[in-house]
């Protein structure tokens, strides 16, 4: 239903995307893109980079009048740093063949993909990879997400994320969760609901600064207001959940997904890992209440209608200033790994890309579920449907005893 691809190197002109299947009729503006890019960029322990760009999309196709007219969406967001970057970068070649170009790194570190791409693509510079393989693709993603995030707040559907762990520092999560979420995560130089655990990961994240070290951490993404029937049980590839985790798990640097209680599940004896079902919950969760919500909004690949609640495991970026062991491709030789300007951490940026991410698999969910080629066409799907849930129990309830609150 929904499809998209990225395309752009980290230090080339800019980034561009194409996004297909979005209905006819949304209404569309730059600032529902650029709020999520702004997002992106932010967070503590971010590197120079960051405060050299000012990430802005421009609407290439698909959009008029600010609305989407149902062909592909081509986006593009411009690198401001191509200027410092020109000759580096530019595709034309170099009129000495045997001129070296500047910048090339030829000691891969450990951890990137530096290395397996050079192995695979034959290249002689590991720049080659690097550019394509850095997290600043991630822009390109959020812009796709936050499109299909504007379609899903249609369905009132809200997507945030926050910290939860940050090197070594755990965060105290809040029960409830704040309403709504990114309002309050935002807020926190990590988009850590937490103010302690922001203050003791900011300490070490300055302390792995003055060491030339990175870290990773966790973030929890969170989609509320899902309607009850998006996925499928019935084939491998149509589960929600495997859509989510495979989605989560491309993010640059993601090593780890978890969907509700997730590895802790498998500690857990069956009475305490499933979430009990009584009468009189919501017509979008079918008329039933749960008295908790252990399996993080989906069974049988199939979601329940609860929160969907995942958490992403990153891993601590690869560029350290005080380097590990590599070998110089080049001579052969062994070396301490290159050093590139780099952050110390992006770990609250992940949060945002992974709402993204969901955004594109939820709003393809709806769209396999409810079709439609205009906005309205698709409500109209939704709405017939919240109508049949809501009569489900009818007659076995007895009419207006049963679908429960809205
Ligand atoms: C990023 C842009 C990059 C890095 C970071 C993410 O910019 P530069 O390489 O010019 O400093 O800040 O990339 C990585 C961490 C990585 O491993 O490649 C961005 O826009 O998010």
Redesign the pocket.
């Known amino acids: 239903m929904i499809r998209f691809t990225t395309a752009g190197e ?2 080339g002109k800019g980034l561009v995307a194409i996004l297909e299947g979005i209905p006819a009729g949304l209404p569309l503006v730059v600032d529902d893109v650029n709020h999520d890019l702004r997002r992106r960029m932010q967070g503590y322990g971010r ?1 120079a ?1 960051m405060k050299i760009e000012a990430d802005a999309v421009e609407f290439i196709s698909g959009v008029r009048a600010g609305e989407t007219l149902g062909s592909p969406i081509a986006l593009h967001i411009a690198n401001k ?1 191509w200027d410092n970057w020109v000759d580096v970068m530019a595709s034309e070649p170099d009129t000495d063949p045997d001129a070296r170009r500047r910048r090339r790194l030829v000691r891969p570190r450990p951890g ?1 993909a530096d290395l397996v791409g050079v192995l695979k693509y034959d290249r002689a510079d590991a720049r080659d990879i ?1 550019e394509r ?4 693709e ?2 390109a993603r959020v812009a796709c997400g936050a499109v299909c995030r504007k379609l899903l707040s249609h369905f009132d559907v809200e997507i945030g994320s926050h910290v939860v762990a940050l090197g070594s520092v755990r965060a105290n999560v809040p029960d409830p969760l704040p309403t709504p979420l990114n309002d309050a995560a935002d807020r926190s130089p990590t988009r850590c609901l937490d103010q302690q655990a922001t203050e003791a990961m900011i300490r070490e994240i300055d302390a792995a600064k003055k060491d030339g070290d990175t870290l990773g951490g966790i973030v929890e993404v969170i989609a509320r207001g899902v309607v009850v029937g998006l996925g499928s049980h019935v084939s491998w590839d149509r589960k929600l959940d495997g859509r989510l985790a495979a989605a989560l798990m491309s993010i640059p640097a993601a090593k780890g997904v978890e969907i509700g209680l997730g590895f802790e599940v498998a500690r857990r004896r069956g009475s305490e890992a499933h979430d009990e079902i009584g009468w009189d919950g919501p017509a979008s969760s079918g008329g039933v209440l749960r008295s908790s919500n252990r399996a993080g909004g989906v069974e049988g690949g199939i979601t329940t209608g609860q929160p969907l609640v995942m958490r992403v495991a990153k891993k601590p ?3 350290l200033m005080r380097p590990l062991d590599t070998i110089n491709i080049e001579t052969g030789e062994t070396a301490k790994a290159q050093s ?4 110390v951490t ?1 770990v609250p ?1 992940i949060g945002v890309i992974a709402e993204a991410m969901v955004a594109i698999v939820l709003a393809d969910a709806m769209l396999e579920k409810f079709g439609g080629d205009t906005l309205d066409d698709l409500r109209q799907a939704y709405d017939a449907y919240l109508r049949r849930l809501k009569r489900r129990w009818d007659e076995l309830r007895g009419v207006g005893g049963a679908g429960g609150a809205e």
Do not use: C, K, V, Y
């Open positions: 980290s230090h590197g980079r740093d990137h690097l393989a850095s997290a600043r991630t822009a970026i690869s560029t590139e300007r780099s952050d992006a940026a």
